[in-house]
Protein backbone atom coordinates (compact mmCIF):
# COMPACT_ATOMS: atom_id res chain seq x y z
CA UNK A 1 0.00 0.00 0.00
CA UNK A 2 1.05 3.70 -0.73
CA UNK A 3 0.52 5.92 1.87
CA UNK A 4 1.16 10.19 2.21
CA UNK A 5 1.01 11.31 5.68
CA UNK A 6 0.40 15.46 5.45
CA UNK A 7 1.81 16.33 9.30
CA UNK A 8 4.19 18.54 10.57
CA UNK A 9 7.54 17.31 11.96
CA UNK A 10 6.80 16.50 15.45
CA UNK A 11 6.38 14.27 18.06
CA UNK A 12 2.65 13.41 17.44
CA UNK A 13 3.56 12.90 13.30
CA UNK A 14 6.78 10.85 14.39
CA UNK A 15 4.39 8.67 16.30
CA UNK A 16 2.06 8.55 12.91
CA UNK A 17 4.66 7.33 11.00
CA UNK A 18 6.15 4.74 13.25
CA UNK A 19 2.50 3.08 13.71
CA UNK A 20 2.03 3.40 10.16
CA UNK A 21 5.65 1.85 9.35
CA UNK A 22 4.64 -0.72 12.18
CA UNK A 23 1.12 -2.02 10.80
CA UNK A 24 1.97 -1.53 7.01
CA UNK A 25 5.23 -3.23 6.96
CA UNK A 26 5.96 -3.29 3.31
CA UNK A 27 4.38 -0.27 2.38
CA UNK A 28 5.54 3.00 1.02
CA UNK A 29 5.15 5.23 4.10
CA UNK A 30 5.64 9.39 2.30
CA UNK A 31 5.60 12.08 5.25
CA UNK A 32 4.99 15.36 3.73
CA UNK A 33 4.55 18.29 5.40
CA UNK A 34 2.25 21.29 4.60
CA UNK A 35 4.51 23.47 2.28
CA UNK A 36 6.13 20.92 0.18
CA UNK A 37 2.47 19.51 -0.10
CA UNK A 38 0.97 22.10 -2.29
CA UNK A 39 3.56 21.10 -4.45
CA UNK A 40 3.53 17.38 -4.83
CA UNK A 41 2.34 15.89 -8.04
CA UNK A 42 2.32 12.22 -6.97
CA UNK A 43 -1.02 12.19 -4.95
CA UNK A 44 -2.42 9.89 -7.68
CA UNK A 45 -0.19 6.70 -7.49
CA UNK A 46 -0.70 6.34 -3.90
CA UNK A 47 -3.66 4.61 -2.08
CA UNK A 48 -4.75 6.92 0.36
CA UNK A 49 -3.64 10.19 1.77
CA UNK A 50 -4.13 10.64 5.63
CA UNK A 51 -4.28 14.48 6.52
CA UNK A 52 -3.65 15.43 10.13
CA UNK A 53 -6.08 18.97 10.16
CA UNK A 54 -4.24 20.15 13.17
CA UNK A 55 -0.79 20.96 10.30
CA UNK A 56 -2.81 22.31 7.79
CA UNK A 57 -4.83 25.05 9.50
CA UNK A 58 -2.53 28.13 8.39
CA UNK A 59 -3.12 26.97 4.91
CA UNK A 60 -6.05 24.36 4.32
CA UNK A 61 -7.24 26.81 1.33
CA UNK A 62 -4.20 25.90 -0.45
CA UNK A 63 -3.83 22.06 0.59
CA UNK A 64 -7.36 22.08 -0.49
CA UNK A 65 -7.79 23.20 -3.40
CA UNK A 66 -4.82 21.24 -4.15
CA UNK A 67 -6.39 17.69 -3.43
CA UNK A 68 -9.95 18.40 -4.66
CA UNK A 69 -8.89 17.61 -8.34
CA UNK A 70 -7.38 14.09 -7.19
CA UNK A 71 -9.33 10.83 -6.95
CA UNK A 72 -7.37 9.58 -4.02
CA UNK A 73 -9.39 8.49 -0.56
CA UNK A 74 -8.60 11.51 1.84
CA UNK A 75 -9.07 9.93 5.94
CA UNK A 76 -8.59 13.36 8.28
CA UNK A 77 -7.18 13.13 11.73
CA UNK A 78 -8.99 15.74 13.66
CA UNK A 79 -9.20 17.26 17.10
CA UNK A 80 -13.19 17.11 17.00
CA UNK A 81 -13.75 20.81 16.02
CA UNK A 82 -14.06 20.23 12.32
CA UNK A 83 -16.96 21.34 10.07
CA UNK A 84 -18.41 18.22 8.59
CA UNK A 85 -20.40 19.39 5.88
CA UNK A 86 -17.64 22.09 5.27
CA UNK A 87 -14.99 19.34 4.58
CA UNK A 88 -17.20 17.03 2.68
CA UNK A 89 -17.73 20.00 0.58
CA UNK A 90 -14.18 21.12 0.12
CA UNK A 91 -12.79 17.30 -0.29
CA UNK A 92 -14.84 15.09 -2.89
CA UNK A 93 -12.48 12.39 -2.05
CA UNK A 94 -13.30 12.68 1.85
CA UNK A 95 -13.68 9.30 3.21
CA UNK A 96 -13.29 9.05 6.90
CA UNK A 97 -12.27 11.21 9.75
CA UNK A 98 -11.48 10.05 13.05
CA UNK A 99 -10.41 11.65 16.23
CA UNK A 100 -6.78 12.32 16.56
CA UNK A 101 -6.47 10.74 19.94
CA UNK A 102 -8.22 7.84 18.71
CA UNK A 103 -6.89 3.80 19.84
CA UNK A 104 -4.45 2.40 16.97
CA UNK A 105 -6.87 -0.17 16.41
CA UNK A 106 -9.07 2.10 15.41
CA UNK A 107 -6.71 4.32 13.45
CA UNK A 108 -5.03 1.40 11.54
CA UNK A 109 -8.94 -0.18 10.89
CA UNK A 110 -10.00 3.77 9.57
CA UNK A 111 -6.86 3.26 6.91
CA UNK A 112 -7.62 -0.36 5.92
CA UNK A 113 -11.43 0.62 5.24
CA UNK A 114 -10.46 4.10 3.45
CA UNK A 115 -8.06 2.46 1.07
CA UNK A 116 -10.55 -0.66 0.29
CA UNK A 117 -13.26 2.37 -1.09
CA UNK A 118 -15.05 2.65 2.31
CA UNK A 119 -15.87 5.02 4.73
CA UNK A 120 -14.74 5.74 8.52
CA UNK A 121 -16.12 8.01 11.27
CA UNK A 122 -15.84 8.56 14.87
CA UNK A 123 -18.98 9.48 17.33
CA UNK A 124 -16.62 12.25 18.81
CA UNK A 125 -15.96 14.01 15.42
CA UNK A 126 -20.31 14.31 14.68
CA UNK A 127 -20.66 15.53 18.38
CA UNK A 128 -19.11 18.95 17.45
CA UNK A 129 -21.02 21.79 18.53
CA UNK A 130 -22.46 22.94 15.50
CA UNK A 131 -23.85 18.99 15.05
CA UNK A 132 -27.64 20.73 15.73
CA UNK A 133 -26.67 23.48 13.00
CA UNK A 134 -25.49 20.78 10.40
CA UNK A 135 -28.06 18.30 10.61
CA UNK A 136 -31.03 21.48 10.76
CA UNK A 137 -30.95 22.82 7.48
CA UNK A 138 -33.20 25.30 6.19
CA UNK A 139 -33.23 24.59 2.79
CA UNK A 140 -33.85 20.79 3.37
CA UNK A 141 -36.83 21.91 5.76
CA UNK A 142 -38.55 24.23 2.89
CA UNK A 143 -37.87 21.39 0.40
CA UNK A 144 -39.51 18.86 2.86
CA UNK A 145 -42.26 21.57 3.36
CA UNK A 146 -41.93 21.69 7.20
CA UNK A 147 -44.58 23.88 9.51
CA UNK A 148 -43.00 26.46 11.36
CA UNK A 149 -44.42 24.37 13.80
CA UNK A 150 -43.05 21.00 12.86
CA UNK A 151 -39.61 22.97 12.14
CA UNK A 152 -39.59 24.39 16.61
CA UNK A 153 -40.51 20.64 17.48
CA UNK A 154 -37.22 19.30 15.12
CA UNK A 155 -34.95 22.13 16.85
CA UNK A 156 -36.12 21.22 20.13
CA UNK A 157 -35.65 17.22 19.17
CA UNK A 158 -32.20 17.89 18.07
CA UNK A 159 -30.61 19.48 21.17
CA UNK A 160 -32.28 16.48 23.24
CA UNK A 161 -35.47 17.77 24.42
CA UNK A 162 -37.76 14.88 24.95
CA UNK A 163 -41.95 14.51 23.96
CA UNK A 164 -42.38 15.67 27.48
CA UNK A 165 -40.45 18.38 27.93
CA UNK A 166 -41.31 19.70 24.30
CA UNK A 167 -45.19 19.42 25.42
CA UNK A 168 -44.46 21.37 28.56
CA UNK A 169 -42.66 23.90 26.72
CA UNK A 170 -44.52 24.68 23.80
CA UNK A 171 -47.79 24.38 26.09
CA UNK A 172 -49.17 21.41 24.15
CA UNK A 173 -50.51 17.64 24.64
CA UNK A 174 -47.67 14.94 24.35
CA UNK A 175 -49.96 13.67 21.48
CA UNK A 176 -49.96 16.44 19.70
CA UNK A 177 -46.22 16.90 20.18
CA UNK A 178 -45.90 13.09 19.00
CA UNK A 179 -47.88 13.59 15.76
CA UNK A 180 -46.49 16.79 15.03
CA UNK A 181 -42.94 14.49 14.98
CA UNK A 182 -44.06 11.64 13.03
CA UNK A 183 -45.23 14.02 10.34
CA UNK A 184 -41.84 15.92 10.39
CA UNK A 185 -40.10 12.44 9.92
CA UNK A 186 -42.03 11.29 7.27
CA UNK A 187 -41.50 14.57 5.46
CA UNK A 188 -37.64 14.27 5.94
CA UNK A 189 -37.60 10.58 5.57
CA UNK A 190 -35.62 9.82 8.60
CA UNK A 191 -36.52 7.47 11.46
CA UNK A 192 -36.93 8.43 15.17
CA UNK A 193 -33.58 6.63 16.18
CA UNK A 194 -31.56 8.85 13.34
CA UNK A 195 -32.97 12.34 15.27
CA UNK A 196 -32.14 10.13 18.34
CA UNK A 197 -28.52 9.79 17.46
CA UNK A 198 -28.14 13.19 15.77
CA UNK A 199 -29.78 14.37 19.59
CA UNK A 200 -26.88 12.40 21.51
CA UNK A 201 -23.98 13.81 18.84
CA UNK A 202 -25.22 17.51 19.41
CA UNK A 203 -25.07 16.89 23.62
CA UNK A 204 -21.62 15.64 24.20
Not at 54 to 67: D, G, H, M
Not at 81 to 109: C, M, N, Q, W
Not at 134 to 152: G, H
Not at 164 to 188: D, G, M, Q, Y
Amino acid sequence: MNIIYLGENNLVSNGIIYLLSENFNGSNVQHLSVITSIYTSGYQACDIIVIDDECIAKCERSVFTKLSTIDTPVLLLTSGKSDVRYLHEALPTLRGIIERDSKPELFIKAINMVAAGGYCYSWYVLSSARAIERYFDEDACKKAKLTSREKEILKLCLAGETNKSISSLLSRSEKTVSAHKSNLLKKLGLKNWQLKTSAMCSKQ
